[in-house]
Each structure stands twice: as structure tokens, then as C-alpha cells.
């Protein structure tokens, strides 16, 4: 009995195994000479409270020029470029975030991501 277990549990790994290397799309990526790897991005996290100073990796900056100049320093010091993850208060107003978005363009950092807590419903 324990024999016919073991060959079922063998038997359902295995072809779970081929079954999920089949899901998906099979692609072809396009080439580009512009294309960069994203894996080795310095990650920094801006903070956006409701009111007071945003924050670079949890330290205080006082005004969007401040901000400016820390990621300048930071996306300067980083080869490979940055990745910005934007933590942001729910109370923040929408326009602190566009700000912050205005000079993540400016200074020509494109990886950025919102931060968002999964909600119960």
C-alpha cells in the first residue's frame, strides 16, 4: 500500500513539474541596444507623511529642493542607477505626490514604485 502512495506522490510531482513549465505565453523578447538590466538598482524609499518633512531612507528633509539634492547624491553615487519606492501617507495630499514625481522626471530616474498595504476586502 505504501509502494502505490509513494508512486502516486512520485507520479503527480513529476507531472506537475512539466504541467507548470508549460503555463504561460511563449515570447520572444525584442532586442534593444537602449535595454538595461534593472537587478542591480540601489533602492530608495522616499517618504511622504500628511504633513511635515519627507523623508530619504527615513531621514528628514525639510523642502522639495532638499529632496532633489539628496536623490541627485544618491542616483550619483549609484552606477547602476536608482529604484524609488514611494511610501506615502493615505492622508498626504495628492500634489505632495506630484511633486515628488516631478522631480524623480527631472532627474531622470524611471523605476519607481508606490508603496500599498493589501486591503481586507
Not at 534593472?38 to 524609499?45: A, D, G, I, P, S
Not at 501617507?89 to 500599498?116: E, F, N, P, W, Y
Request: aromatic share 4%; charged share 20%; net charge positive.
Amino acid at each position: 500500500m505504501v509502494d502505490v502512495m509513494m508512486f502516486l506522490l512520485v507520479f503527480f510531482v513529476l507531472i506537475s513539474i512539466n504541467v507548470i513549465s508549460a503555463m504561460g505565453l511563449k515570447t520572444q523578447l525584442p532586442v534593444s541596444s537602449a535595454a538595461k538590466d534593472n537587478k542591480n538598482l540601489k533602492r530608495v524609499v522616499v517618504t511622504i507623511p500628511a504633513e511635515g518633512d519627507y523623508q530619504i531612507d527615513g531621514k528628514n528633509v525639510d523642502s522639495l529642493a532638499s529632496l532633489t539634492s539628496g536623490l541627485q547624491d544618491r542616483k550619483a553615487s549609484s552606477a547602476d542607477g536608482l529604484s524609488v519606492v514611494i511610501n506615502g501617507d493615505q492622508a498626504a495630499s495628492l500634489q505632495r505626490l506630484v511633486d515628488v514625481m516631478g522631480v524623480l522626471k527631472k532627474l531622470g530616474i524611471d523605476a519607481m514604485t508606490i508603496s500599498a498595504k493589501k486591503s481586507n476586502g
